[in-house]
């Protein structure tokens, strides 16, 4: 999916760097001679919460019209601005300010107003975008307008970012963004390969207890594989033979006489521990463990009973009638709610022998994931050990387990495996939509004791280059460097960045490897000429 995704982006950068050299070439610039004339040029990149604007614009002279090519970028879709007018406010000092309307973009996010400023000075500059029925306000650097041309063409150059130019069109064709490092607090997450299992009691085998011919209930279809069933609900029938309904009671009425010896001798026992109890001859635990096996006996007991009588009255059923549909059958039932995964795919009317799994039945809206975490690693875990974790193929998504009622924190092994020197880890996880499969591979993340409050960036903007950590900064609409990183700690989907970026740089969080593959061409032409 990756590599699909990078081919998908050469072909976007290709087809960028067509329409950035024919630009080029639409504006005269076809060598040295061309650029030695080109008019001196400003930039101009702002960022809010919700936009972007890259501008440029020849230098201002006072009183004479200047067209700025302004992009406009909603930080919120990534795309450009298509529709709708752009409010301009020019303010020199405390003189009433000007403005200016632009009806509507020229092309697919580019704006070009034509300004004029009738005083030279610095003035201040904001752009009114229309936004969630108000107007979001973009204050942009101020703007120094010259009283002449002789006196801007004496100017110095502006300065212009340097780094690897990536156009604004580009950037719009695959949806490119950008988030600023920030400070935050970071708390280091241990990373461990998981597997997601059934919780006991939610994968069910359902067995004949008896051998016998498959039948199914009376106007019901087989069930199949996929289709949801409740506990109790009767899947199929097993119609035994004479013969073997024959010796299952036998063997039931000596399961009766062995529960009833069973019964009479944990009473005795009772009674003699009683008795010594009293004296103090015994001691209280004693005396609970007598009477815990008098009632397992006791239960052993009844569910002998019900079970002979079952077997007895089958038989009787059977030896009195005569012919198929009269013969008594056993009911399969499902011990519990969920989907059948497993059928045996034996016939209506097949002969069925004892202890064969018929069905599977799977109830999967609550799993396990389990993991093992190594024995020097156990003492990083933090107090809470919260956790979450990421499905192979969603890598940077982190679906959190505690602390949101998704889950909760099952076990912590308590002994060494000898074999692996790991410890078990185990979370219960809710999964109503049936994301998680019994079987799967996940990665689990779960919190240590360290924690920091520190300079981090989404694990999203990391790329890896000859196996070190770069990222890509925007320090121009147009305009990117790469950064070699050292990263710290991992926090979910970030990550510290110890060196190589500075607090409020944005990285690329989307579009990296565009990015990359416009860093290592050479038909991208520098950036410092007006549209």
């Known amino acids: 999916m990756r590599s699909h995704l ?122 009114f975008i229309p936004a969630n029925g108000g107007e979001a306000e973009v204050k942009l650097p101020p703007v120094k307008v010259f009283a002449s041309a002789a006196e801007a063409a004496k100017a110095p150059e502006p300065e212009v970012p340097t780094g690897i130019s990536f156009l604004k069109e580009q950037q719009w064709k695959i949806l490119s963004g950008t988030e600023p490092a920030t400070k935050r607090r970071l708390v280091e997450q241990l990373r461990l390969p998981a597997l997601v299992a059934a919780r006991p009691g939610t994968l069910a085998q359902v067995t004949p207890p008896i051998a016998g011919r498959l039948l199914l209930p009376a106007g019901k279809p087989m069930p199949l594989v996929g289709d949801k069933v409740q506990a109790g609900q009767t899947l199929a029938l097993i119609q035994p033979s004479f013969s073997e309904m024959a010796a299952r009671f036998v063997e039931a009425e000596g399961e009766v006489v062995r529960a009833r010896l069973a019964l009479e001798q944990a009473d005795l026992a009772l009674t003699r521990v009683e008795k010594l109890a009293k004296a103090e001859a015994k001691s209280g635990r004693e005396l609970q463990e007598a009477e815990f096996a008098l009632k397992t006996a006791q239960a052993k007991h009844n569910a002998a009973l019900a079970l002979q009588a079952t077997y007895r009255q089958a038989s009787t059923n059977l030896g009195g009638r005569s012919g198929t549909a009269s013969q008594p059958v056993i009911e399969l039932r499902s011990p519990i709610t969920g989907t059948i995964i497993d059928q045996s795919g034996a016939a209506v009317g097949e002969f069925i022998t004892a202890e064969k799994a018929v069905f599977t039945v799977l109830d999967a809206a609550s799993v396990f994931i389990e993991a093992r975490v190594p024995e020097a690693s156990v003492k990083r875990l933090g107090s809470t050990k919260a956790a979450s974790y990421e499905v192979p193929g969603e890598t940077g998504r982190f679906i959190p387990i505690t602390g949101n009622g998704a889950g909760r924190l099952v076990f912590v092994g308590i002994q060494v495996d000898t074999a692996t020197r790991t410890v078990p880890l185990i979370y219960e996880v809710n999964n109503p939509e049936l994301r998680l499969r019994v079987g799967q591979s996940v990665n689990l993340y779960v919190e240590t004791a360290r924690a920091e409050n520190t300079l981090a960036i989404p694990s999203a903007a990391i790329v890896e280059e000859d196996g070190r950590p770069i990222a890509f900064v925007q320090v121009g609409g147009e305009t990117f460097q790469k950064r070699d990183l050292t990263i710290g700690i991992r926090d979910g989907e970030w990550v510290q960045v110890l060196a190589g970026i500075a607090e409020g740089e944005r990285v690329v969080t989307k579009g990296a490897y565009a990015v990359r593959l416009a860093s290592v061409s050479s038909a991208i032409p520098a950036h410092g000429h007006v549209h």
Do not use: M
Request: aromatic share 4%.
């Open 6 to 127: 990078i081919l998908i982006q050469v072909a976007l950068v290709a087809a960028g760097l067509l329409t950035a050299c024919n630009r080029a070439k639409d504006h005269g610039h076809d060598g040295a001679h061309a650029e030695a004339e080109e008019p001196k040029t400003a930039q101009i990149s702002v960022w809010t919460d919700r936009h972007e604007i890259f501008a440029e614009h020849r230098l201002v002279v006072a009183g004479a019209p200047t067209r700025f090519v302004t992009h406009v970028t909603d930080l919120k879709t990534l795309e450009p601005r298509r529709e709708g007018p752009i409010r301009i406010r020019l303010a020199l000092g405390q003189e009433p300010p000007l403005e200016h309307v632009e009806k509507a973009p020229s092309r697919a996010g580019i704006y070009e107003p034509q300004l004029t400023f009738p005083k030279a000075g610095e003035w201040s500059v904001s752009a």
